[in-house]
């Protein structure tokens, strides 16, 4: 029987899984190492949160395929985890996928106090690159005159899950406004398609909510809705650089949002008192 696409996970995709969880499972609390250092055995379960297929654990019958195998989708649990999980009552999507975001958010805090980008220097030109492949059609991209202040736009925007993140990243601005000044020197369009497909991407996201009321609501949703897009251009680059570490790449990636998110490219400018 041919495998079902649901289960045709792209190595792209598991690449990401496995950087991005630390080679750890993510049920809380447990430290099993998913693959071993000098070892072929994998402890690993690549597990789908909706069901590959009807009559499996959580399966949405409104969703599709693509959805199913993509990263939003997917989490690494090991063998016992996994079979715990089974539990539908106990484990709904909504648990598996905090879960997955409780997990990662540990992960990355230890990834980003081991200076990846300092060990790739290259990795924020590289990802500009990616991000700013001319893909989108043109919209208008205004920017404020006086950037507003990190926490006014957070507290405005309603912003929970992400604030952490932003006011982390936020200190990059500098560094990556001397690599767009860079960038224009050159006669590049780099920076200007890196916010035009941002802008493009966050507008699809707002079109779905009614009000400012549905988008604070649902910002920190609009914010993941807008690195998974992104992350489809950069699978989708049609000159990726194999040798970056995916590390570096959400890193970066992180960098490149929060400041589109300070020029009021990603959410809402605060309205001016």
């Not at 993509?70 to 009552?89: G, I, P, R, W």
Request: charged share 25%; net charge neutral; with cysteine.
């Amino acid at each position: 029987m041919a495998k079902s696409k649901a289960r045709d996970i792209t190595e792209k995709t598991i690449k990401r899984l496995y950087a991005l969880s630390g080679n750890q499972c993510a049920f809380p609390d447990c430290n099993i190492t998913l693959l071993s250092s000098g070892s072929e055995i994998n402890f690993s379960n690549i597990c789908h949160i909706q069901a590959a297929e009807p009559g499996g654990q959580r399966y949405n019958s409104t969703s599709n395929d693509d959805y199913r195998r993509s990263y939003e989708n997917l989490m690494l649990l090991c063998a016992n985890h996994h079979l715990e999980t089974n539990d539908v009552v106990k484990y709904t999507e909504a648990i598996l996928q905090e879960m997955k975001k409780n997990h990662e958010a540990k992960i990355l805090k230890l990834i980003s106090g081991s200076n990846i980008l300092v060990k790739n220097l290259s990795a924020l030109n590289i990802i500009v690159g990616y991000v700013g492949s001319r893909i989108f059609e043109s919209v208008i991209i205004s920017e404020p005159t006086n950037a507003p202040d990190t926490e006014d736009k957070i507290l405005y925007n309603n912003v929970i899950l992400f604030k952490p993140i932003i006011k982390e990243y936020a200190v990059y601005q500098g560094k990556l406004n001397k690599l767009y000044e860079e960038i224009e020197k050159q006669g590049s369009t780099k920076k200007e398609f890196v916010l035009q497909n941002i802008k493009t991407i966050y507008l699809k996201e707002k079109g779905k909510y009614k009000d400012i009321g549905e988008i604070r609501a649902n910002a920190d949703t609009i914010i993941e809705k807008v690195e998974s897009e992104l992350w489809k251009i950069i699978d989708n680059s049609s000159n990726p650089n194999s040798a970056l570490p995916i590390e570096a790449i959400k890193i970066g990636l992180l960098i490149i949002m929060v400041d589109a998110f300070m020029r009021c490219n990603i959410l809402e400018e605060p309205p001016k008192l």
